[in-house]
T-cell receptor
Framework: GAVVSQHPSRVICKSGTSVKIECRSLDFQATTMFWYRQFPKQSLMLMATSNEGSKATYEQGVEKDKFLINHASLTLSTLTVTSAHPEDSSFYIC?????????????FGQGTRLTVV | QKEVEQNSGPLSVPEGAIASLNCTYSDRGSQSFFWYRQYSGKSPELIMFIYSNGDKEDGRFTAQLNKASQYVSLLIRDSQPSDSATYLCAVLGRGTYKYIFGTGTRLKVLA
């Protein structure tokens, strides 16, 4: 299957600082990448969708200025959590959909567990 | 009505039994259907996808789709304790890029 690499897997940061999370498709080109967050024992919550070379589309209720998404190439998207606060602590997961995928399969990165102290 | 519904479980089955996981969806225009497995603390892993009515088999896994009933299921034969996880159903609508996920069903396979 296709490989999506997400880095870092875990990060602890101080309140008020910013954290960047990278999502790379290693063996395919990803037209579209998705960013989710997941709280314990809850399902995935889509935060935003990014297409290469264009601005991300954010879901209702997600602050664009707080969660900055950049999809600069067909293999890399980044999520920056700015001015992080303890309530931003969560499991952040990216997924990528390959260019030309016939049935729309999307593959997930390993996830990043963010703890804000 | 939720767009994609799953019973949260837990669904407990003995080792070696068939586990049956179900999912219903509301959008009749949905085109592709996916099953993901998520172990605790890990990200989801794609198990199978299906797009036409009927059954699709891959090893111990069989996905079943009934578009008329707006129902998709996943059967796991010869269930193993290592199959214990949360199974997420996801739906991709026609002409859309967004995946709609169910809340997942927690499966416990008892040794």
């Amino acid at each position: 299957g296709a490989v999506v690499s997400q880095h870092p897997s875990r990060v602890i940061c101080k309140s008020g600082t910013s954290v960047k999370i990278e999502c790379r498709s290693l063996d395919f080109q990803a037209t579209t990448m998705f960013w989710y967050r997941q709280f314990p024992k809850q399902s995935l919550m889509l935060m935003a969708t990014s297409n290469e070379g264009s601005k991300a589309t954010y879901e209702q209720g997600v602050e664009k200025d707080k969660f900055l998404i950049n999809h600069a190439s067909l293999t890399l998207s980044t999520l920056t959590v700015t001015s992080a606060h303890p309530e931003d602590s969560s499991f952040y997961i990216c997924s990528a959909r390959a260019t030309g995928t016939e049935y729309g399969e999307a593959f997930f990165g390993q996830g990043t567990r963010l703890t804000v102290v | 009505q939720k767009e994609v519904e799953q019973n949260s479980g837990p669904l407990s089955v003995p080792e070696g039994a068939i586990a049956s996981l179900n999912c219903t969806y509301s959008d009749r225009g949905s085109q592709s259907f996916f099953w993901y497995r998520q172990y605790s603390g890990k990200s989801p892993e794609l198990i199978m996808f299906i797009y036409s009515n009927g059954d699709k088999e891959d090893g111990r896994f069989t996905a079943q789709l009934n578009k008329a009933s707006q129902y998709v299921s996943l059967l796991i034969r010869d269930s193993q304790p290592s199959d214990s996880a949360t199974y997420l159903c996801a739906v991709l609508g026609r002409g859309t890029y967004k995946y709609i996920f169910g809340t997942g069903t927690r499966l416990k396979v008892l040794a």
